[in-house]
């Protein structure tokens, strides 16, 4: 042990450090804003297709516009998703950052939140930190408590055929010129 002799603030001091805190405070809490809203307008951009006048796609409106991956993005996007589901449940604790939540995401939505609650137990009844998540996401999915989520074949169906619908229509609404062959096979593209 040591023989830590502490030093009291003078009344100045105090009020200093009073204002620095408050200025962390409201920092952080404009942080955690700032990430939900990220989340919220990316998925607005994505599903209104409000990049379209400017980009072919979504991808290449987040690497134009803002310098980041489409898988970026999506992490945003599924943050603010996440962060919803979370806030309906009786733990008043809520994820703060968006890779708080990404370990959630590689569970069905109906485990994320006693996952969520576990990680906050583990924690001491705080925020749980994204390793923390992340252990307690691992230890459930070897568990077989859950299991990680992949699309089913039907799934993957329907998001192809979407995918081709949409290159159709963004090839005709851009009157893009294609290779022959290319355009032959997305037109005849049974969906």
């Not at 459930?140 to 989520?149: I, S, Y």
């Not at 074949?153 to 159709?168: A, E, S």
């Not at 294609?178 to 355009?183: L, S, W």
Request: with cysteine; aromatic share 6%; proline share 3%.
């Amino acid at each position: 042990m040591s023989n830590l002799t502490l030093k009291p603030l003078s009344k100045i001091e105090k009020k200093t450090l009073g204002d620095l805190e408050h200025t962390v405070e409201e920092l952080l809490s404009g942080i955690k804003k700032s990430q939900y809203k990220i989340g919220s307008s990316l998925m607005e951009i994505r599903d209104s297709r409000l990049y379209r006048e400017g980009h072919a796609t979504f991808e290449d409106y987040c690497r134009s516009r803002w310098g980041m991956s489409k898988s970026h993005a999506n992490r945003h996007i599924s943050f603010r998703t996440t962060a919803d589901l979370l806030q309906d449940t009786e733990i008043k604790v809520v994820p703060e950052k968006e890779s708080q939540t990404r370990a959630l995401n590689r569970l069905p939505e109906t485990k994320r939140k006693d996952a969520w609650k576990e990680a906050v137990q583990v924690s001491g009844g705080k925020t749980p930190t994204a390793k923390t998540v992340s252990l307690v996401v691992d230890e459930l999915v070897e568990e077989g408590k859950a299991t990680r989520t992949s699309p089913s074949p039907v799934m993957r169906y329907v998001n192809h055929t979407m995918l081709i619908r949409d290159l159709r229509n963004a090839v005709k609404d851009n009157k893009w010129k294609m290779d022959g062959e290319v355009f032959e096979f997305i037109q005849n593209y049974k969906s």
